[in-house]
């Protein structure tokens, strides 16, 4: 297994669904033109349009929150360090207030932070001696890389990303946990890879939510499923809907509060208008997985069942 980023001159970033690696980072402008669109509702009370700017400004003070501001979404990067950081580490004071409602509180951030820890749980109680293990999108690919392979010293990990950036990220990681002479890092559209029965474990977070379009999924899931050999292992996750978008939601309200669920809702839906936005039930999911021939499927919620890890097996 080779040690070095695969480079593709012919692909295209433009094509990334979640950020914009060639983002016009005058967050000033971005800054007016999210204050011009949050003025022209005209049936937000002047109390509440006044809260909308002064959470912008604060947004633009840090670097997560101007990140956030110019590309409505998150790159591999800022999707690392937020699964990474460890709940409850930083102290009021320490950062902005609203920096620190972020990392510490939005119910969508220790969410995917919990979904983080049950795909390292899951992957490490899989792995086995041999095994070729697959990231897509890999980002820094940190669900495979922080893994123990102290048993499994021979384990093939393999990342394909769209982003440069990414792949970039992933060799750095592996060279920090000793793991680049395992690694082999492809620059490829998820959906235009070419690998036929070459994996035994593909995990991949982070891009169904991207993508609003059901038929996108399935094919998405069908490139998941020509990847793996027969017997290998899908696993992945999903966004459930919130209770006002769905009676199916199977939010737990009882595993976060009304502060901080609203604080989210104004951020990422009124202010941000993020991109991750595309919620799908356990069922729905389970008919995707299905629909290309996937089997077993089964569910790991998280305690708020906001990010739900599911786990499929291609018939062997």
Request: glycine content about 4%.
């Given at each position: 297994m080779t040690n070095h980023v695969k480079r593709s001159p012919v692909i295209d970033s433009s094509r990334l669904i979640s950020h914009n690696v060639q983002a016009?980072?005058?967050?000033?402008?971005?800054?007016?033109?999210?204050?011009?669109?949050?003025?022209?509702?005209?049936?937000?009370?002047?109390?509440?349009?006044?809260?909308?700017?002064?959470?912008?400004?604060?947004?633009?003070?840090?670097?997560?929150?101007?990140?956030?501001?110019?590309?409505?979404?998150?790159?591999?990067?800022?999707?690392?360090?937020?699964?990474?950081?460890?709940?409850?580490?930083?102290?009021?004071?320490?950062?902005?207030?609203?920096?620190?409602?972020?990392?510490?509180?939005?119910?969508a951030v220790l969410a995917t932070r919990e979904r983080f820890k049950i795909f390292?749980?899951?992957?490490?109680?899989?792995?086995?001696?041999?095994?070729?293990?697959?990231?897509?999108?890999?980002?820094?690919?940190?669900?495979?890389?922080?893994?123990?392979?102290?048993?499994?010293?021979?384990?093939?990990?393999?990342?394909?990303?769209?982003?440069?950036?990414?792949?970039?990220?992933?060799?750095?990681?592996?060279?920090?946990?000793?793991?680049?002479?395992?690694?082999?890092?492809?620059?490829?559209?998820?959906?235009?890879?070419?690998?036929?029965?070459?994996?035994?474990?593909?995990?991949?977070?982070?891009?169904?939510?991207?993508?609003?379009?059901?038929?996108?999924?399935v094919s998405l899931y069908l490139k998941f499923f020509d990847a793996l050999r027969p017997g290998g292992q899908l696993v992945t996750s999903f966004l459930t809907p919130p209770p006002d978008l769905s009676d199916e939601s199977p939010w737990d309200m009882n595993a976060t509060t009304r502060s901080a669920l609203a604080l989210q809702q104004l951020l990422f839906v009124q202010i941000l208008e993020v991109k991750w936005s595309s919620f799908r039930t356990h069922s729905e999911t389970r008919v995707q997985l299905e629909r290309v021939g996937f089997r077993d499927v089964t569910f790991v919620n998280d305690r708020a069942c906001m990010f739900p890890t599911v786990i499929a097996r291609k018939p062997s």
């Open positions: 016009d980072f005058a967050t000033q402008r971005v800054v007016e033109a999210v204050k011009a669109r949050l003025r022209r509702d005209e049936n937000v009370p002047v109390a509440t349009l006044e809260h909308q700017l002064a959470l912008v400004d604060q947004l633009s003070r840090f670097e997560f929150g101007r990140f956030l501001l110019v590309n409505r979404g998150l790159d591999a990067y800022w999707t690392h360090r937020l699964v990474t950081h460890e709940t409850d580490s930083l102290r009021r004071g320490e950062v902005s207030e609203l920096e620190y409602l972020i990392f510490e509180r939005l119910p390292c749980r899951e992957l490490q109680a899989r792995l086995k001696p041999g095994l070729v293990l697959a990231s897509i999108p890999c980002g820094w690919m940190g669900d495979l890389l922080l893994l123990d392979y102290k048993s499994c010293s021979d384990v093939r990990l393999l990342g394909l990303d769209l982003d440069q950036n990414a792949l970039d990220g992933a060799l750095k990681l592996a060279n920090e946990r000793s793991l680049a002479r395992q690694i082999e890092l492809r620059r490829a559209d998820a959906w235009e890879m070419d690998l036929n029965a070459e994996v035994d474990i593909l995990t991949s977070n982070g891009l169904n939510i991207y993508e609003p379009d059901n038929e996108r999924v």
